[in-house]
């Protein structure tokens, strides 16, 4: 046997990055597109609305927008921490 990697057969002729689609280019755009700094409630919907104009799931726009919020200082819990714990599982610490 050959250790040999043959290329996969493609039809559309288009390169893996334009058939993936805008989403997975991320790396390339954000270096286009930075998102502003800041904490307030405008400079986050601006990115919001930026990163959808750009193509980019409106799930994946919050979430970017978020996170460079928090970075700038904002007080914005992380998606995985609870802050609120339920009575009855105080008592099993």
Known sequence: MSSLITPQYNPSGL???????PAYSMGKKEKDMPLHKGKSEKVIG??????????HPKDQAI???LNQAR???ADIPDKGRKT???P???EHR
Do not use: D, F, L, P
């Open 84 to 86: 609120h714990r339920h």
């Open 15 to 21: 390169t893996m990055e334009k058939q993936r689609g």
């Open 88 to 90: 009855r599982h105080s």
């Open 63 to 65: 979430a970017a927008s």
């Open 71 to 73: 970075k700038s200082g």
């Open 46 to 55: 601006e990115n919001i609305g930026e990163m959808e104009k750009a193509g």
